[in-house]
C-alpha cells in the first residue's frame, strides 16, 4: 500500500509539473498533395524540399489550426495551411489554405509568397500578412509588396486584400507579427503590425481601408540585450526591435493597452490603442508610450498573447519556457511566473495562442537550430502542445483573488484600480 500511495505521489508530482501537453509532433513536415504522383515530382524538382520547411507561427479557429511555414529556403511548396485539431495522426500532414493555388510564390494579386503569424477573430475572418518575400538576412528578395488579406472562414474566400502603402515602410522594414482588435462592430476593426527591423508600428483600419505609421525610440532594440543563449548556441540578434505584441481585454473606454517589446529587449513597453487608432498623432504621441520594468534575465520573447481575464502568456526562448504575467499586478519580474518549462521538448517556443475554449496552444520548433545549426530529422522537432489556462496558472503567481478591474481615465492616463485598494497606472508608478 505504501508503494501505490509513493507511486500515486510520483505520479501527481509529474503532472502538476508537465502543465502542457503534446498534441501533434513532427520529425519534419509534408504536406497534403493531390496525389502522391505530384508530390514525388515536387521531390525531384526541389519544389519540396522536407528539410527546409520550419513551421513557425499557430493559430485556432474552431477545429482547424493554422500553420505558417516562411519561404526562407527553397522546396516550400506553400506558406499558410492547417491541420485538422481532432486528426487521429500524431503528425498530420498540412493542407495549403484556402488553396494550393492561393500559395504560390511570387503571384503578388492572388498568391501568398510569405506568411509568418496570423489571426483569426470573433467575426470569424483571419487576418495574414503576406511578407512578399522569399529569403532571409542577407538572402531576402521581395517579389511582392507587403500585403494584408483577410479571409472568410466560413466560406474561405478571401474578402479584402490591401497593400501597404510605401510610407508605411522602409529599406530595412520586415513585419512578422500581426494583432487586431475589434470594435463596436466588425467593420470597426484595426490591425496592428510590428515593423522588427525598420523600427515601427504600423496600424490598419478595416473600416476606413487605410494605414499609417508610428515611430518611437520604443521600438528599437537595447544595446545592452542583443546576446542570445539557446540550446547551447551563442549568437547576437543585436537589430531586433519591436516584435511580440498582446493586446488587453477592453477598457471602460472602449480601448484597449497594446503591450509590447524589441526582440533584442528585456523589458516590456505599452501604448492605449486610443492613440493608434488616431492618424494624426503619428507626430504627436511621444508622451502617451510608457516603458515598464524588465521582465529579469534571459527573457527575450518573440510571442505574446493575452486572455480575455487580462492574463498574459509569453515564450521565453532563452529559457525554452513560457511565462506569464497578470496584468492586474504590476508589472515586474516578481510578478511574473512560468507555467512550464522543457529543455527537449519545448527548445524555442516559436507562438502561443490562446483559443475560444480558454486552452492555451504553444508551437516549439527549434528554430535558433535551424537557422544557426542543423536539425536532426531523425528525432522530432516540431511540437504543438496545449493546456487549460486554469491549470497552467494555478499555483502560480498568474493565479490572483476574483476581482474585476476598473479603468479611468486621469490627464489622459489609464489606470486600474487592485487589491487593499491600492492604485497604481499600468506602466508602474505608484500615485501615492
Known sequence: MQYLLLAFLLVETVVSVQKLQEHFAWNQIDYNFPNEAIRRNA?????????????????????????????????????????????????????????????????????????????????????????????????????CPYALNI????????????????????????????????????????????????????????????????????????????????????????????????LSPRTELGYRLLYFSPLASHREFVVSTQTLQNSSKVEDSWKEFFALDERGPDSHTTSRVMDDNGVQFFNLIDQNAVGCWNSKTQYNNKNHGIVDKDNVKLIFPSDVKVDRNNNLWVMSDRMSNFLMS???????????????????????????????????????QYFSKVPLQKYYNVFGHNLY
Open 151 to 246: 479571409f472568410d472562414l466560413r466560406t474561405n474566400q478571401r474578402i479584402r486584400r490591401y497593400e501597404f502603402k510605401p510610407e508605411d515602410t522602409n529599406r530595412n522594414t520586415f513585419i512578422a507579427n500581426i494583432a487586431v482588435e475589434l470594435g463596436s462592430t466588425c467593420e470597426d476593426s484595426h490591425a496592428y503590425f510590428s515593423d522588427e527591423l525598420g523600427y515601427g508600428l504600423i496600424v490598419y483600419s478595416f473600416k476606413d481601408n487605410k494605414s499609417w505609421r508610428f515611430s518611437h525610440s520604443f521600438f528599437m532594440p537595447d544595446p545592452l540585450r542583443g546576446d542570445f543563449n539557446i540550446d547551447g548556441l551563442n549568437f547576437q540578434w543585436g537589430e531586433e526591435g519591436i516584435f511580440g505584441m498582446s
Open 374 to 412: 542543423s536539425l536532426d530529422y531523425s528525432e522530432i522537432n516540431f511540437r504543438v502542445f496545449f493546456a487549460p489556462i486554469d491549470v497552467l496558472i494555478k499555483d502560480t503567481v498568474c493565479e490572483v483573488p476574483n476581482y474585476e478591474p476598473v479603468f479611468y481615465s486621469q490627464n489622459n
Open 43 to 143: 521531390l525531384l524538382t526541389g519544389r519540396f524540399k522536407p528539410q527546409n520547411n520550419l513551421p513557425v507561427g499557430i493559430e485556432i479557429w474552431q477545429d482547424k489550426m493554422f500553420i505558417s511555414v516562411p519561404r526562407w529556403k527553397e522546396g516550400i511548396p506553400s506558406t499558410l495551411n492547417y491541420i485538422d485539431l481532432n486528426s487521429p495522426e500524431k503528425n498530420p500532414k498540412l493542407t495549403p489554405y484556402p488553396n494550393w493555388a492561393s500559395n504560390e510564390l511570387g503571384n503578388c494579386e492572388k498568391g501568398l509568397s510569405t506568411v509568418y503569424r496570423m489571426k483569426a477573430d470573433e467575426c470569424d475572418r483571419l487576418w495574414v500578412l503576406d511578407t512578399g518575400t522569399f529569403g532571409i538576412g542577407n538572402t531576402t528578395q521581395n517579389p
